[in-house]
């Protein structure tokens, strides 16, 4: 049996959600500090993906990375590199569905984080890194843990901006929903019942986890 | 030595104040929303004045006109929170080490250590701070600004989130500090009696504004102002009306002749425990005398609290305060209530 489905989406996800790990918590960061306005359309930008069918997302991908857009071009100009029809076109699509999703938890756990703390580490000296790593990002981790946690399981199972993006090429952007997706329209119903247990596996995998991660502290 | 000349507005509160704080305690009271606290943070840099100066031992911290405006890591000021806003991701020893500005871990480890045996939570070093009580928690505070060696001192309401039982012995410890700390230390408080304990100097804050500002006797013996009065503990306060040289208290229902009438007079006040019953009282010392019935009695913890007013007549009442001792020696009433002249406050 063939897993290299499994083994495709697990490489998408776990590098769209490191990108949305990263970029969602320093988004974040610099959206509170946003002066009233700003933050609200700044706001309503960055958590868009989350509402819009993902086949809208996989559209705007390819209007600005197919290769006859302007990006697209100079990518193939410069770097002879094409973007769409590609296992990382899903990380695009993937990365930009799941980003909403650790933005948002890392958004609510940094205002209802106590402002006096941050304060007082101002107060004795420390530097606005170290505040940020070592006292902000620490007593939000769980938060924005879970929130990760929960941007991985909707990624592993994105469709349709992957599907739209990166197609399904056997051996080369097949991931586990595309194939569920894939094998039914082909009428193979077992292949497609092979790939639907498969998902089920990880997605109860990841509930488990969320759960775990939820727990609320138990120290301070 | 602390100048703060400073305004600043702020949805509808407007904050304009003037205080100089030379080395010692100088207490900031005033009622919820005087604007203490943000007097507080903008010396700390942690909000920002709209306009004005502040200076810290010659340094100027903050001024609108030169357009300087410090970090507050570089104000190097020690500011003692409500909640006393311990990283609670870190340990006691790490929470102090913050705090430290020496170069090496190691120095920072053994000031950490040094500080904690001072402030006796050695024992508490690898805790965290939600293992530890709340006088512990306010010790740990208290080691970790102390640690970077700041030239001011702000402490805002460093009792509030404390049991009154734990408040007196900590007290007591804090007392010991402030006197061995050489620089400027402002204290925030509702508290008078602590106040009076542990200041030297008080500022009066109401509605954004410093209203009085003088040795802690003074304002106590003569709060000048209302608020000062009130906070200060004063509880009877009425409005009076000058024609010629007679002064009339309509709500009390007595009059009496002004020896001198300062300006901008337009209350009295008498504390409640400065009341004496009239058959008592030296005939010279007496401002006003007049016959008196209770309207109702309470019974504090060690006192008696008579409310009274005039005989015969439906005015708002006035407190009398007295020990229980005292009040058990009145069972036959006297008649009439007197006020003296030492005693009572003239308030702008």
């Known amino acids: 049996m063939d897993l290299f489905p499994l083994f495709n989406s697990l490489r998408i996800t776990a590098i769209a959600t490191s990108a949305a790990f990263v970029v969602g918590i320093f988004a974040a960061y610099a959206v509170l500090r946003l002066p009233r306005f700003v933050k609200g359309l700044c706001d309503t930008i960055l958590t868009i993906p989350l509402v819009l069918p993902p086949t809208v997302v996989g559209y705007f991908i390819l209007v600005w990375l197919s290769p006859r857009s302007v990006i697209g071009t100079k990518l193939y100009e410069w770097f002879s590199m094409t973007i769409t029809m590609r296992w990382y076109a899903a990380v695009v699509a993937v990365a930009i569905i799941a980003f909403p999703f650790v933005y948002r938890t890392a958004r609510g756990a940094f205002e209802s984080f106590d402002q006096n703390l941050l304060d007082a580490g101002r107060t004795l000296g420390l530097s606005e890194k170290y505040i940020f790593f070592r006292i902000l990002l620490p007593n939000c981790k769980h938060g924005i843990i879970a929130g990760t946690v929960i941007a991985f399981a909707r990624g592993l199972g994105e469709y349709g901006a992957t599907s739209m993006v990166a197609g399904y090429i056997p051996g080369k952007t097949a991931t586990v929903s595309t194939s569920v997706a894939f094998f039914w329209q082909i009428n193979q119903d077992d292949m497609a019942f092979y790939w639907v247990m498969i998902n089920l596996a990880v997605s109860v995998v990841f509930m488990v986890l969320i759960n775990v991660f939820n727990k609320p502290k138990v120290r301070g | ?348």
């Not at chain 2, 508490?124 to 928690?137: A, R, T, V």
């Not at chain 2, 009792?159 to 039982?165: G, T, Y």
């Not at chain 2, 009439?336 to 009572?344: G, T």
Request: charged share 25%; aromatic share 8%; glycine share 6%.
């Open chain 2, 1 to 348: 030595m602390l100048v703060c000349d400073i305004g600043k507005n702020l949805n509808g509160f407007s904050l304009d104040v003037n205080i100089a704080a030379k080395p010692g305690v100088t207490a900031l009271m005033g009622a919820s929303g005087s604007g203490k606290s943000m007097t507080l943070r903008c010396i700390a840099g942690i909000s920002k004045p709209d306009r004005g100066r502040i200076e810290l031992n010659g340094v100027v911290l903050f001024d609108y006109e030169k357009k300087i405006n410090l970090p507050p890591q570089k104000r190097n000021t020690g500011f003692l929170f409500q909640d006393y806003a311990l990283f609670p991701n870190m340990t006691v020893r790490q929470n102090i080490m913050t705090g430290a500005k020496h170069k090496t871990t190691h120095e920072k480890q053994s000031a950490a250590e040094e500080l904690a045996e001072t402030f006796h939570i050695t024992p508490h070093l690898n805790k965290y701070p939600c293992q530890l009580s709340g006088g512990e928690k306010q010790r740990c505070a208290l080691a970790r600004i102390l640690a970077g060696s700041p030239d001011i001192l702000m402490l805002d309401e460093p009792f509030a989130a404390l049991d009154s039982h734990l408040r007196w012995e900590l007290e007591l410890e804090l007392a010991g500090l402030l006197k061995s700390f050489n620089k400027p230390i402002l204290y925030v408080s509702h508290n008078r009696s602590e106040v009076y304990r542990l200041c030297d100097d008080i500022v009066i804050m109401n509605a954004g504004k410093n209203e009085v500002f003088g040795d802690k006797r003074t304002v106590f013996k003569n709060p000048a102002t209302v608020q000062a009065a009130r906070l200060t503990g004063c509880k009877n306060i009425a409005a009076i009306a000058i024609t010629g040289t007679r002064i009339s208290v309509p709500n009390w229902g007595i009059e009496f002749e002004a020896v001198k009438t300062p300006k901008d007079i337009h209350y009295v006040g008498i504390r409640s425990n400065y009341i004496i019953p009239a058959s008592i009282a030296k005939e010279g010392d007496v401002i006003a005398a007049f016959p008196f019935e209770i309207v109702s009695e309470i019974e504090d913890t060690f006192t008696s609290i008579l409310m009274v007013r005039k005989r015969g007549t439906n005015l708002p009442v006035i407190r009398w305060e007295m020990p229980k001792k005292e009040r058990a020696a009145l069972r036959g009433m006297p008649q009439e209530l007197a006020f003296l002249r030492e005693y009572v406050l003239f308030l702008r």
